[in-house]
Every structure is written in C-alpha cells, then in structure tokens.
C-alpha cells in the first residue's frame, strides 16, 4: 500500500513564508510594471467579459446603452 503521508502536507501557497506569486515583491523592484500588466490584463478581461454579456443579453445591452445615452446627454460640462 502506498504511503498517503503526501495528502497532510499543505500546499506551496499555503507554507508560511511563501510568495503568493512567484516573482512578486512587496513594493520594490518593478513592482510597478508588474502591477500596470495585471491591471492590463485585468481590463482586458472585464472588456471581454462586457462583450460576451452584451452578445447573450441583446435585450439589457440595449437597455444600458440607451441609458448610458440619456445620461450623457443630461451631463452639464
């Protein structure tokens, strides 16, 4: 029978002392690029997502853009 003691032992991300990600810093040595490509990579996503969501749902993407429309047009520079 083969030995389980592989089950009890925590996951990488779990250990004390280990990085969530690897090759991330706590606010020093390019942290900030780092940070601009998640936030890209984010946006990018939410974009995706927005068309997806429009495609399914014609009806509710009208609607908003019909509502997005109303407010710019009552919006005072």
Do not use: C, I, Y
């Amino acid at each position: 029978m083969p030995d389980r003691t592989f089950r009890n032992d925590p996951s990488p991300r779990t250990r004390p002392g280990a990085d969530p990600e690897p090759g991330l810093t706590n606010g020093t040595d390019g942290s900030d690029a780092e940070r601009r490509r998640r936030r890209a990579r984010f946006l990018r996503d939410l974009a995706e997502a927005r068309e997806l969501r429009d495609r399914v749902q014609p009806r509710r993407a009208k609607t908003a853009r019909l509502r997005h429309a109303m407010r710019m047009r009552t919006f005072r520079w």
